[in-house]
């Protein structure tokens, strides 16, 4: 399975990211200077790896990142100013014209632009003065995986090059082995998955930097298994989705060592005491994880502003074999295409 295989490259293409590209990145990092804001355009996987941006730029840098809507600038033709942003377009193939329109406008207005992409020759590509190429290789199943990763490590690696932070580099040399340790668990991931083979909706929490897991994860029960998975913040889900849980209801949750640990641990008790939800844990604390049915234990000592490059991948590994058990063939999800091409 193509999918499956490409789970399995994320060790490598996160090393050689960062291994090979240390250089660029404080290259590319003096160049544009620390921008005063910046404007992402995204859409779908891509998006959600904008999500994690806006909180490793904003927190590790203080830079206020705002998330475009590409529709002002495609189809009302209506831009708002960002002369005085870094624009950055974040795709696997540089090919929607809407984030295309993005950086048109953006360049237009004298706009540094930047953009992420797996296929350095796109339009999006040439369009930027500057290009990222996270070089995953080709990725041949519909949904995205090594891409989100590659796109996070590069988000990170940017992120510490503004900073000029030399511990950075030891703490991103964590992350391949960490995934690697995920990895080598499939057969406990696979186990869980044949529980909730009957499961046809659910929710997903996370906050901070591990909102952009729980928006991914909940994409990846969609797009391949077919579930109607919706992902919150843990806090807003506290101001009312919390009414659709009752005995049983399936709740997923990513909750590593962090700033928000502390709420996220009294929700989840909550939610398996006063609820009986069904839940299913991703965190590195032995001492949680005792309060949920499918417990996943994260390696340790990977940094929060960090962990979405781990956390993603118990989820991704649990999506695919999901959507195994289910019948379906998680290469060709029904309706996709390898790329989209909105407007």
């Avoid at 990170?156 to 995920?182: G, H, R, T």
């Avoid at 997903?204 to 298994?225: D, F, H, I, P, Q």
Wanted: net charge negative; with cysteine.
């Amino acid at each position: 399975m193509a999918l499956r295989d490409e789970i399995f490259e994320q060790t490598d293409v996160l090393s050689r990211i960062f291994s090979d590209q240390e250089e660029f990145f404080a290259s590319l990092a003096a160049e544009i200077g620390c921008p005063k804001g910046v404007f992402i355009a995204a859409r779908g996987t891509s998006d959600n790896a904008a999500r994690y941006a806006k909180y490793a730029w904003g927190a590790r840098n203080n830079i206020p990142v705002t998330l475009a809507a590409p529709s002002l600038f495609s189809v009302y033709q209506k831009p708002p100013r960002i002369r005085d942003m870094l624009v950055v377009g974040i795709s696997q193939s540089g090919e929607s014209p809407d984030l295309l329109a993005v950086l048109e406008e953006a360049n237009r207005q004298g706009s540094i632009t930047l953009v992420i992409t797996n296929q350095p020759q796109s339009p999006l590509a040439d369009e930027a003065n500057h290009v990222i190429n996270i070089s995953a290789g080709p990725e041949l199943a519909v949904a995205a995986t090594k891409s989100y990763t590659g796109q996070l490590a590069a988000i990170a690696m940017l992120s510490a090059a503004w900073e000029e932070d030399q511990d950075c580099k030891k703490e991103l040399e964590k992350i391949p082995p960490a995934i690697a340790d995920v990895l080598s668990r499939e057969s406990q991931i696979k186990d869980y998955a044949t529980r909730y083979r009957d499961m046809n909706q659910c929710v997903v929490l996370g906050r901070g930097y591990n909102y952009a897991t729980a928006y991914e994860w909940s994409l990846k029960m969609k797009e391949l298994a077919y579930v109607v998975a919706n992902p919150y913040s843990s806090a807003d889900f506290q101001h009312g989705p919390i009414a659709l849980v009752t005995g049983g209801f399936p709740v997923f949750a990513v909750a590593p060592s962090g700033k928000v640990l502390q709420e996220l641990s009294e929700l989840i008790s909550r939610l398996k005491e006063n609820l009986q939800a069904k839940i299913f844990l991703v965190s590195d604390r032995p001492g949680l994880l005792k309060e949920a049915d499918c417990p996943f234990l994260l390696p340790q000592g990977i940094p929060e502003w960090l962990s979405p490059l781990v956390t993603i991948v118990p989820a991704q590994l649990f999506s695919y074999h999901l959507t195994v058990v289910k019948g379906y063939d998680p290469d060709t999800p029904r309706g996709l295409t390898k790329v989209t091409r909105t407007r």
